[in-house]
Protein backbone atom coordinates (compact mmCIF):
# COMPACT_ATOMS: atom_id res chain seq x y z
CA UNK A 1 0.00 0.00 0.00
CA UNK A 2 1.38 3.54 -1.29
CA UNK A 3 0.18 6.46 0.09
CA UNK A 4 0.52 9.57 -3.05
CA UNK A 5 0.25 13.07 -1.81
CA UNK A 6 -1.33 14.54 -4.63
CA UNK A 7 0.09 18.52 -6.01
CA UNK A 8 -1.92 20.92 -4.53
CA UNK A 9 -4.21 21.20 -1.41
CA UNK A 10 -5.99 18.06 -2.32
CA UNK A 11 -5.98 15.43 0.44
CA UNK A 12 -3.58 12.01 0.73
CA UNK A 13 -5.26 9.19 -1.51
CA UNK A 14 -4.52 5.56 -0.72
CA UNK A 15 -3.24 3.25 -3.88
CA UNK A 16 -3.02 -0.21 -2.90
CA UNK A 17 -0.56 -2.39 -5.36
CA UNK A 18 -0.85 -6.10 -4.53
CA UNK A 19 2.60 -7.76 -6.38
CA UNK A 20 1.41 -10.96 -5.13
CA UNK A 21 -2.06 -10.62 -6.80
CA UNK A 22 -2.73 -12.25 -9.90
CA UNK A 23 -4.41 -9.27 -11.16
CA UNK A 24 -1.76 -6.92 -13.35
CA UNK A 25 -0.39 -3.84 -11.65
CA UNK A 26 -1.22 -1.60 -14.29
CA UNK A 27 -4.93 -2.78 -13.72
CA UNK A 28 -4.71 -2.78 -10.20
CA UNK A 29 -3.82 1.09 -10.50
CA UNK A 30 -6.67 2.34 -12.68
CA UNK A 31 -8.93 0.15 -10.90
CA UNK A 32 -7.64 2.35 -8.05
CA UNK A 33 -8.45 5.65 -9.45
CA UNK A 34 -11.43 5.17 -10.72
CA UNK A 35 -12.51 4.50 -7.49
CA UNK A 36 -11.15 7.69 -5.93
CA UNK A 37 -13.05 9.17 -8.24
CA UNK A 38 -16.39 7.52 -7.85
CA UNK A 39 -15.98 8.20 -3.95
CA UNK A 40 -14.89 11.47 -4.13
CA UNK A 41 -11.22 11.23 -2.88
CA UNK A 42 -10.49 12.72 -5.83
CA UNK A 43 -12.85 15.46 -6.86
CA UNK A 44 -13.47 17.32 -10.04
CA UNK A 45 -10.64 19.53 -11.41
CA UNK A 46 -8.32 17.92 -9.11
CA UNK A 47 -4.86 17.41 -10.86
CA UNK A 48 -3.12 14.08 -10.45
CA UNK A 49 1.19 13.80 -10.58
CA UNK A 50 2.85 13.51 -13.68
CA UNK A 51 3.43 10.03 -15.17
CA UNK A 52 7.29 10.13 -14.15
CA UNK A 53 6.55 11.37 -10.58
CA UNK A 54 3.77 8.88 -9.63
CA UNK A 55 5.89 5.99 -11.36
CA UNK A 56 8.50 6.93 -9.13
CA UNK A 57 6.62 6.55 -6.05
CA UNK A 58 4.95 3.92 -6.56
CA UNK A 59 7.88 2.01 -7.68
CA UNK A 60 6.75 0.80 -11.42
CA UNK A 61 7.64 1.73 -15.03
CA UNK A 62 6.60 5.23 -16.60
CA UNK A 63 4.83 3.69 -19.49
CA UNK A 64 2.68 1.57 -16.96
CA UNK A 65 1.55 4.75 -15.53
CA UNK A 66 1.03 6.57 -19.33
CA UNK A 67 -1.26 3.71 -20.18
CA UNK A 68 -3.27 3.76 -16.98
CA UNK A 69 -3.82 7.72 -17.45
CA UNK A 70 -4.72 7.28 -21.01
CA UNK A 71 -7.11 4.31 -20.52
CA UNK A 72 -8.90 6.42 -18.06
CA UNK A 73 -9.12 9.61 -20.44
CA UNK A 74 -10.44 7.37 -22.78
CA UNK A 75 -13.55 6.61 -20.48
CA UNK A 76 -14.21 9.90 -19.77
CA UNK A 77 -12.65 9.96 -16.01
CA UNK A 78 -9.26 12.05 -16.80
CA UNK A 79 -8.59 15.20 -19.21
CA UNK A 80 -5.86 16.53 -20.45
CA UNK A 81 -5.04 19.83 -21.83
CA UNK A 82 -1.66 20.82 -23.82
CA UNK A 83 0.96 22.73 -21.26
CA UNK A 84 -1.05 21.81 -18.54
CA UNK A 85 -1.17 18.51 -15.68
CA UNK A 86 -3.85 15.91 -16.10
CA UNK A 87 -7.02 16.54 -14.39
CA UNK A 88 -10.00 14.96 -12.92
CA UNK A 89 -12.83 15.02 -15.37
CA UNK A 90 -16.04 13.82 -13.95
CA UNK A 91 -17.85 14.51 -10.04
CA UNK A 92 -18.29 11.61 -7.65
CA UNK A 93 -21.05 9.13 -8.72
CA UNK A 94 -24.16 9.38 -6.70
CA UNK A 95 -24.05 6.75 -4.27
CA UNK A 96 -27.58 7.42 -3.10
CA UNK A 97 -29.04 3.89 -3.58
CA UNK A 98 -32.36 3.03 -6.02
CA UNK A 99 -35.57 3.06 -4.86
CA UNK A 100 -36.85 -0.45 -5.20
CA UNK A 101 -38.35 -3.47 -3.02
CA UNK A 102 -37.56 -3.32 0.32
CA UNK A 103 -35.12 -6.02 1.68
CA UNK A 104 -36.32 -8.82 3.56
CA UNK A 105 -35.64 -8.32 7.06
CA UNK A 106 -36.40 -11.72 8.21
CA UNK A 107 -33.27 -13.88 6.82
CA UNK A 108 -33.50 -17.14 7.71
CA UNK A 109 -30.33 -19.93 9.14
CA UNK A 110 -32.05 -22.80 7.51
CA UNK A 111 -33.67 -22.57 4.51
CA UNK A 112 -35.89 -25.35 2.40
CA UNK A 113 -35.46 -23.27 -1.08
CA UNK A 114 -36.90 -25.06 -4.39
CA UNK A 115 -34.86 -26.32 -6.71
CA UNK A 116 -31.15 -25.57 -5.08
CA UNK A 117 -28.59 -27.94 -5.59
CA UNK A 118 -25.95 -28.55 -2.77
CA UNK A 119 -23.36 -25.30 -4.37
CA UNK A 120 -20.71 -26.28 -1.66
CA UNK A 121 -20.25 -29.38 -3.94
CA UNK A 122 -20.01 -27.98 -7.23
CA UNK A 123 -17.22 -29.66 -8.85
CA UNK A 124 -14.75 -26.73 -9.02
CA UNK A 125 -11.43 -28.09 -9.84
CA UNK A 126 -13.25 -30.73 -12.61
CA UNK A 127 -14.65 -26.98 -14.18
CA UNK A 128 -11.29 -25.30 -13.81
CA UNK A 129 -9.91 -28.12 -15.51
CA UNK A 130 -12.49 -28.17 -18.54
CA UNK A 131 -12.21 -24.74 -18.81
CA UNK A 132 -8.65 -24.69 -18.92
CA UNK A 133 -8.89 -27.62 -21.93
CA UNK A 134 -11.73 -25.53 -23.59
CA UNK A 135 -9.28 -22.27 -23.85
CA UNK A 136 -6.21 -24.59 -24.73
CA UNK A 137 -8.42 -26.14 -27.89
CA UNK A 138 -10.84 -23.83 -29.09
CA UNK A 139 -10.39 -23.48 -32.93
CA UNK A 140 -9.68 -19.54 -33.60
CA UNK A 141 -12.82 -19.53 -36.27
CA UNK A 142 -14.90 -20.53 -33.50
CA UNK A 143 -14.18 -17.30 -31.56
CA UNK A 144 -15.89 -15.07 -33.99
CA UNK A 145 -19.76 -15.72 -34.58
CA UNK A 146 -20.63 -19.30 -34.35
CA UNK A 147 -23.85 -21.25 -35.39
CA UNK A 148 -26.81 -20.03 -33.00
CA UNK A 149 -27.96 -23.29 -32.01
CA UNK A 150 -24.40 -24.02 -30.25
CA UNK A 151 -20.70 -25.10 -31.31
CA UNK A 152 -21.32 -28.54 -33.36
CA UNK A 153 -19.08 -30.28 -31.22
CA UNK A 154 -20.79 -29.83 -28.49
CA UNK A 155 -24.22 -30.54 -29.79
CA UNK A 156 -22.77 -34.00 -31.15
CA UNK A 157 -21.82 -34.64 -27.23
CA UNK A 158 -25.10 -33.37 -25.68
CA UNK A 159 -27.61 -35.47 -28.16
CA UNK A 160 -25.30 -38.76 -27.14
CA UNK A 161 -25.30 -37.82 -23.73
CA UNK A 162 -29.42 -37.35 -24.00
CA UNK A 163 -29.84 -40.66 -26.10
CA UNK A 164 -27.93 -42.90 -23.15
CA UNK A 165 -28.72 -41.29 -20.19
CA UNK A 166 -32.63 -40.20 -21.27
CA UNK A 167 -33.44 -42.52 -24.00
CA UNK A 168 -34.05 -39.61 -26.03
CA UNK A 169 -33.75 -39.55 -29.90
CA UNK A 170 -31.32 -36.33 -30.31
CA UNK A 171 -30.30 -35.02 -33.38
CA UNK A 172 -27.06 -32.97 -33.41
CA UNK A 173 -28.90 -30.70 -36.06
CA UNK A 174 -32.14 -30.41 -33.76
CA UNK A 175 -30.00 -29.71 -30.55
CA UNK A 176 -30.21 -25.74 -29.86
CA UNK A 177 -27.75 -24.83 -26.58
CA UNK A 178 -29.74 -22.23 -24.42
CA UNK A 179 -28.89 -20.11 -21.77
CA UNK A 180 -30.72 -22.10 -19.05
CA UNK A 181 -33.89 -23.21 -18.66
CA UNK A 182 -35.86 -20.18 -18.74
CA UNK A 183 -34.19 -18.99 -22.26
CA UNK A 184 -35.35 -21.93 -23.93
CA UNK A 185 -38.75 -22.13 -23.11
CA UNK A 186 -38.77 -18.30 -23.83
CA UNK A 187 -37.25 -19.56 -27.42
CA UNK A 188 -39.88 -22.11 -27.82
CA UNK A 189 -42.84 -19.84 -26.88
CA UNK A 190 -41.53 -17.17 -29.46
CA UNK A 191 -41.80 -19.60 -32.16
CA UNK A 192 -45.65 -20.73 -31.20
CA UNK A 193 -46.36 -17.27 -30.58
CA UNK A 194 -45.25 -15.96 -34.47
CA UNK A 195 -47.45 -19.65 -35.74
CA UNK A 196 -50.43 -18.27 -34.61
CA UNK A 197 -50.59 -19.97 -31.10
CA UNK A 198 -52.95 -18.63 -28.87
CA UNK A 199 -53.51 -21.02 -25.66
CA UNK A 200 -50.75 -23.42 -23.63
CA UNK A 201 -51.68 -25.61 -20.96
CA UNK A 202 -49.56 -26.02 -17.89
CA UNK A 203 -49.49 -28.21 -15.02
CA UNK A 204 -51.89 -27.15 -11.92
CA UNK A 205 -49.97 -27.36 -9.50
CA UNK A 206 -46.88 -26.11 -11.72
CA UNK A 207 -43.87 -23.88 -11.61
CA UNK A 208 -45.50 -20.11 -11.53
CA UNK A 209 -42.74 -18.76 -13.56
CA UNK A 210 -43.79 -21.26 -16.57
CA UNK A 211 -47.39 -19.07 -16.86
CA UNK A 212 -45.99 -15.99 -16.55
CA UNK A 213 -43.81 -16.85 -19.65
CA UNK A 214 -46.73 -17.87 -21.41
CA UNK A 215 -48.27 -14.54 -20.57
CA UNK A 216 -44.96 -12.68 -21.71
CA UNK A 217 -45.57 -13.48 -25.25
CA UNK A 218 -48.76 -12.94 -25.35
CA UNK A 219 -49.99 -16.29 -25.07
CA UNK A 220 -53.15 -17.63 -22.44
CA UNK A 221 -51.94 -20.02 -19.87
CA UNK A 222 -54.37 -23.06 -19.15
CA UNK A 223 -53.98 -24.99 -15.85
CA UNK A 224 -54.90 -28.59 -16.28
CA UNK A 225 -55.10 -30.84 -12.58
CA UNK A 226 -52.48 -32.69 -11.80
CA UNK A 227 -52.81 -35.62 -9.64
CA UNK A 228 -50.77 -38.74 -8.18
CA UNK A 229 -51.04 -40.03 -11.66
CA UNK A 230 -49.51 -36.77 -13.09
CA UNK A 231 -51.26 -34.27 -15.56
CA UNK A 232 -54.76 -35.00 -16.34
CA UNK A 233 -54.75 -35.75 -19.90
CA UNK A 234 -58.41 -36.07 -20.72
CA UNK A 235 -58.54 -32.21 -19.31
CA UNK A 236 -55.91 -31.39 -21.39
CA UNK A 237 -57.77 -32.91 -24.16
CA UNK A 238 -61.22 -30.31 -22.95
CA UNK A 239 -58.77 -27.51 -23.14
CA UNK A 240 -58.06 -27.28 -26.76
CA UNK A 241 -54.82 -25.74 -26.06
CA UNK A 242 -51.54 -25.83 -29.36
CA UNK A 243 -49.24 -27.00 -26.65
CA UNK A 244 -48.90 -28.17 -23.01
CA UNK A 245 -45.45 -27.62 -20.52
CA UNK A 246 -45.20 -30.90 -18.82
CA UNK A 247 -42.64 -32.42 -15.64
CA UNK A 248 -43.63 -35.93 -16.52
CA UNK A 249 -40.41 -37.72 -14.86
CA UNK A 250 -40.91 -35.82 -11.80
CA UNK A 251 -43.67 -33.10 -11.46
CA UNK A 252 -43.00 -29.99 -9.89
CA UNK A 253 -43.71 -29.76 -7.35
CA UNK A 254 -45.91 -32.86 -6.54
CA UNK A 255 -43.31 -35.43 -7.22
CA UNK A 256 -45.68 -37.60 -9.24
CA UNK A 257 -44.23 -39.65 -11.71
CA UNK A 258 -46.44 -39.59 -14.78
CA UNK A 259 -48.30 -43.06 -15.54
CA UNK A 260 -47.40 -45.37 -18.71
CA UNK A 261 -51.15 -45.00 -18.98
CA UNK A 262 -51.24 -41.20 -19.22
CA UNK A 263 -48.01 -40.97 -21.54
CA UNK A 264 -49.14 -42.92 -24.14
CA UNK A 265 -52.82 -40.95 -23.79
CA UNK A 266 -50.46 -37.39 -23.89
CA UNK A 267 -48.74 -38.63 -26.94
CA UNK A 268 -52.34 -39.70 -28.12
CA UNK A 269 -53.25 -36.14 -27.80
CA UNK A 270 -50.11 -34.67 -29.28
CA UNK A 271 -49.98 -36.53 -32.71
CA UNK A 272 -54.30 -35.77 -32.97
CA UNK A 273 -54.76 -32.38 -32.99
CA UNK A 274 -50.98 -31.53 -33.27
CA UNK A 275 -50.27 -30.31 -30.87
CA UNK A 276 -46.74 -29.94 -28.87
CA UNK A 277 -45.89 -31.39 -25.69
CA UNK A 278 -43.30 -29.40 -24.09
CA UNK A 279 -41.32 -31.08 -21.56
CA UNK A 280 -38.93 -30.06 -18.73
CA UNK A 281 -36.76 -32.73 -17.79
CA UNK A 282 -35.17 -30.73 -14.56
CA UNK A 283 -33.95 -32.96 -12.18
CA UNK A 284 -34.16 -36.59 -13.69
CA UNK A 285 -30.95 -37.72 -13.12
CA UNK A 286 -31.56 -38.02 -9.31
CA UNK A 287 -33.90 -40.93 -8.88
CA UNK A 288 -34.02 -43.16 -5.76
CA UNK A 289 -36.64 -45.59 -6.26
CA UNK A 290 -36.23 -47.37 -9.51
CA UNK A 291 -33.89 -47.08 -12.71
CA UNK A 292 -33.91 -43.11 -14.19
CA UNK A 293 -37.36 -42.68 -16.43
CA UNK A 294 -37.20 -42.42 -20.15
CA UNK A 295 -37.87 -39.28 -21.69
CA UNK A 296 -40.92 -38.54 -23.20
CA UNK A 297 -39.23 -37.16 -26.19
CA UNK A 298 -37.70 -40.87 -27.03
CA UNK A 299 -41.59 -41.72 -27.72
CA UNK A 300 -42.30 -39.06 -30.15
CA UNK A 301 -39.62 -36.72 -31.57
CA UNK A 302 -42.25 -35.44 -33.47
CA UNK A 303 -44.53 -33.87 -31.30
CA UNK A 304 -41.99 -33.33 -28.07
CA UNK A 305 -39.44 -30.50 -27.96
CA UNK A 306 -37.36 -31.68 -24.69
CA UNK A 307 -35.84 -29.03 -22.49
CA UNK A 308 -33.12 -29.65 -20.23
CA UNK A 309 -30.16 -27.39 -18.10
CA UNK A 310 -27.44 -28.30 -16.05
CA UNK A 311 -28.79 -26.05 -13.33
CA UNK A 312 -30.09 -28.96 -10.92
CA UNK A 313 -27.23 -30.92 -11.72
CA UNK A 314 -24.01 -28.52 -11.53
CA UNK A 315 -25.24 -25.12 -10.72
CA UNK A 316 -27.73 -22.65 -11.81
CA UNK A 317 -24.98 -20.17 -12.13
CA UNK A 318 -23.85 -21.75 -14.91
CA UNK A 319 -26.35 -20.30 -17.70
CA UNK A 320 -26.33 -23.58 -19.73
CA UNK A 321 -29.42 -25.69 -20.88
CA UNK A 322 -30.53 -27.21 -24.51
CA UNK A 323 -33.63 -27.50 -26.41
CA UNK A 324 -34.09 -31.13 -28.42
CA UNK A 325 -37.01 -29.51 -31.33
CA UNK A 326 -38.81 -31.77 -33.66
CA UNK A 327 -37.45 -31.56 -37.35
CA UNK A 328 -40.02 -29.39 -38.55
CA UNK A 329 -39.48 -26.55 -35.66
CA UNK A 330 -35.58 -27.20 -35.33
CA UNK A 331 -34.98 -23.95 -38.39
CA UNK A 332 -37.64 -21.59 -36.62
CA UNK A 333 -35.93 -22.28 -33.10
CA UNK A 334 -32.44 -21.89 -34.39
CA UNK A 335 -34.19 -18.45 -35.78
CA UNK A 336 -35.53 -17.14 -33.16
CA UNK A 337 -32.56 -18.15 -30.37
CA UNK A 338 -30.38 -16.26 -32.96
CA UNK A 339 -32.55 -13.09 -32.61
CA UNK A 340 -32.32 -13.65 -28.85
CA UNK A 341 -28.66 -13.81 -28.08
CA UNK A 342 -26.66 -14.85 -31.16
CA UNK A 343 -25.44 -17.87 -29.31
CA UNK A 344 -24.33 -19.09 -26.09
CA UNK A 345 -21.27 -18.17 -24.67
CA UNK A 346 -18.93 -20.98 -26.32
CA UNK A 347 -15.98 -21.48 -23.84
CA UNK A 348 -18.87 -22.38 -21.48
CA UNK A 349 -20.69 -24.77 -24.39
CA UNK A 350 -16.89 -26.33 -24.63
CA UNK A 351 -16.16 -26.53 -21.20
CA UNK A 352 -19.65 -28.52 -20.44
CA UNK A 353 -18.59 -30.68 -23.67
CA UNK A 354 -15.25 -31.59 -22.21
CA UNK A 355 -17.01 -32.49 -18.88
CA UNK A 356 -18.98 -35.11 -20.10
CA UNK A 357 -16.58 -36.68 -22.18
CA UNK A 358 -14.21 -36.99 -19.67
CA UNK A 359 -16.60 -39.05 -17.63
CA UNK A 360 -16.44 -35.95 -14.32
CA UNK A 361 -19.78 -34.75 -14.89
CA UNK A 362 -21.20 -38.84 -14.55
CA UNK A 363 -19.52 -39.13 -11.51
CA UNK A 364 -20.67 -35.89 -10.31
CA UNK A 365 -23.91 -37.16 -10.26
CA UNK A 366 -23.04 -40.25 -8.85
CA UNK A 367 -21.79 -38.99 -5.81
CA UNK A 368 -24.44 -36.20 -5.55
CA UNK A 369 -27.37 -39.13 -6.33
CA UNK A 370 -25.99 -40.31 -2.99
CA UNK A 371 -25.74 -37.20 -1.39
CA UNK A 372 -29.04 -36.22 -2.06
CA UNK A 373 -30.34 -39.87 -1.37
CA UNK A 374 -29.15 -39.50 2.21
CA UNK A 375 -30.85 -35.90 2.88
CA UNK A 376 -33.82 -37.41 1.48
CA UNK A 377 -33.81 -40.28 4.12
CA UNK A 378 -32.46 -37.54 6.63
CA UNK A 379 -36.02 -35.35 5.69
CA UNK A 380 -37.93 -38.73 5.89
CA UNK A 381 -36.43 -39.43 9.27
CA UNK A 382 -37.41 -35.94 11.21
CA UNK A 383 -40.86 -35.69 9.78
CA UNK A 384 -41.39 -39.32 11.11
CA UNK A 385 -39.87 -38.37 14.77
CA UNK A 386 -41.40 -34.40 14.62
CA UNK A 387 -44.46 -34.69 12.78
CA UNK A 388 -45.98 -37.89 13.35
CA UNK A 389 -49.30 -38.45 10.76
CA UNK A 390 -47.72 -36.02 8.14
CA UNK A 391 -47.24 -37.75 4.96
CA UNK A 392 -43.96 -36.88 2.70
CA UNK A 393 -44.35 -37.11 -0.93
CA UNK A 394 -42.80 -36.83 -4.08
CA UNK A 395 -39.46 -38.44 -3.09
CA UNK A 396 -39.21 -40.43 -5.89
CA UNK A 397 -36.85 -38.43 -7.31
CA UNK A 398 -35.05 -34.73 -6.96
CA UNK A 399 -33.75 -32.80 -3.78
CA UNK A 400 -37.36 -31.51 -2.71
CA UNK A 401 -40.49 -33.07 -1.07
CA UNK A 402 -44.10 -31.94 -0.33
CA UNK A 403 -45.25 -32.26 3.24
CA UNK A 404 -48.80 -32.98 3.43
CA UNK A 405 -49.74 -31.04 7.12
CA UNK A 406 -52.76 -31.17 9.47
CA UNK A 407 -55.80 -29.69 7.45
CA UNK A 408 -57.28 -26.68 10.07
CA UNK A 409 -53.51 -24.94 9.40
CA UNK A 410 -53.32 -21.68 7.95
CA UNK A 411 -50.29 -21.83 5.13
CA UNK A 412 -49.69 -18.01 5.04
CA UNK A 413 -49.33 -18.05 8.96
CA UNK A 414 -47.15 -20.98 9.24
CA UNK A 415 -45.15 -19.95 6.56
CA UNK A 416 -44.42 -16.37 8.70
CA UNK A 417 -44.36 -18.27 11.64
CA UNK A 418 -41.51 -20.37 10.66
CA UNK A 419 -39.41 -17.65 9.32
CA UNK A 420 -39.35 -15.76 12.56
CA UNK A 421 -37.83 -19.02 13.64
CA UNK A 422 -35.56 -18.54 11.36
CA UNK A 423 -36.70 -21.42 9.33
CA UNK A 424 -37.53 -21.03 5.58
CA UNK A 425 -40.52 -23.24 4.42
CA UNK A 426 -42.58 -22.75 1.47
CA UNK A 427 -46.52 -24.06 0.73
CA UNK A 428 -48.32 -25.19 -2.06
CA UNK A 429 -50.43 -21.86 -2.84
CA UNK A 430 -47.08 -20.46 -4.37
CA UNK A 431 -47.49 -23.56 -7.38
CA UNK A 432 -51.28 -23.48 -7.89
CA UNK A 433 -52.86 -21.27 -10.17
CA UNK A 434 -55.48 -19.77 -7.96
CA UNK A 435 -53.21 -19.29 -5.55
CA UNK A 436 -55.19 -21.78 -2.97
CA UNK A 437 -53.55 -22.34 0.86
CA UNK A 438 -56.07 -25.24 1.34
CA UNK A 439 -54.94 -28.10 2.06
CA UNK A 440 -51.78 -26.52 3.44
CA UNK A 441 -49.26 -28.54 1.87
CA UNK A 442 -45.28 -27.48 2.24
CA UNK A 443 -42.99 -27.83 -0.53
CA UNK A 444 -39.20 -28.07 0.92
CA UNK A 445 -36.03 -28.14 -1.25
CA UNK A 446 -33.09 -30.19 0.65
CA UNK A 447 -30.67 -29.95 -1.72
CA UNK A 448 -28.89 -27.56 -0.22
CA UNK A 449 -28.93 -28.23 3.24
CA UNK A 450 -26.64 -30.76 5.56
CA UNK A 451 -28.30 -33.45 7.08
CA UNK A 452 -28.26 -31.94 10.53
CA UNK A 453 -29.92 -28.62 9.52
CA UNK A 454 -32.98 -31.05 8.15
CA UNK A 455 -33.31 -32.73 11.49
CA UNK A 456 -32.50 -29.04 13.45
CA UNK A 457 -35.32 -27.29 11.19
CA UNK A 458 -38.20 -30.34 11.15
CA UNK A 459 -37.51 -29.85 15.37
CA UNK A 460 -37.93 -26.48 15.16
CA UNK A 461 -40.98 -25.71 13.10
CA UNK A 462 -42.86 -29.31 14.68
CA UNK A 463 -44.91 -27.16 17.50
CA UNK A 464 -45.98 -25.09 14.61
CA UNK A 465 -47.41 -27.94 12.37
CA UNK A 466 -48.73 -29.80 15.31
CA UNK A 467 -49.33 -27.63 18.70
CA UNK A 468 -49.97 -29.63 22.12
CA UNK A 469 -53.21 -30.46 22.00
CA UNK A 470 -53.94 -30.11 18.19
Known sequence: MVTIQWTGSGPDVLVRLDRSA???????????????????????????????????????????????YTQLEAEGYLTTRPGSATEVAIRPVDATPVSGPEPDPGGVSIDFEFGVPDLGQFPIRDWMWAMGQAARTVPFPSLGYTDPRGIDAVRTVIAAYLRRVRGGLADPDHVVITTGYAQGLSVVLGVLAKGGAQRVAIEDPGDPRNARAVRRHGLEPIPIHVDHDGIDVAALVAARAEAVIVTPAHQCPTGSVLTAERRLDLLEWAAKSDGLVIEDDYDSEF??????????????????????????????????????????????????????????????????????????????????RTTYSRRRQALIEATANHLPGCDVTGLAAGFHAVIETPGHLDEEHLVAEARRLSVGIYGMSTYRFDGSSTPCH??????????????????TIAPLVMPPGA
Open 22 to 68: HETLGSQLQRELREAIRTGRLTLGEKLPSSRRLATELGVSRGLVVEG
Open 287 to 368: RYDRRPVGSLHGLDPDHVIALGSVSKSLAPFLRLGWIVAPGAMAQDISDEKQLTDRATAGLEQLALAEMIRSGRYDRHIRRM
Open 442 to 459: LVLGFGNLTDSAIHRAIA
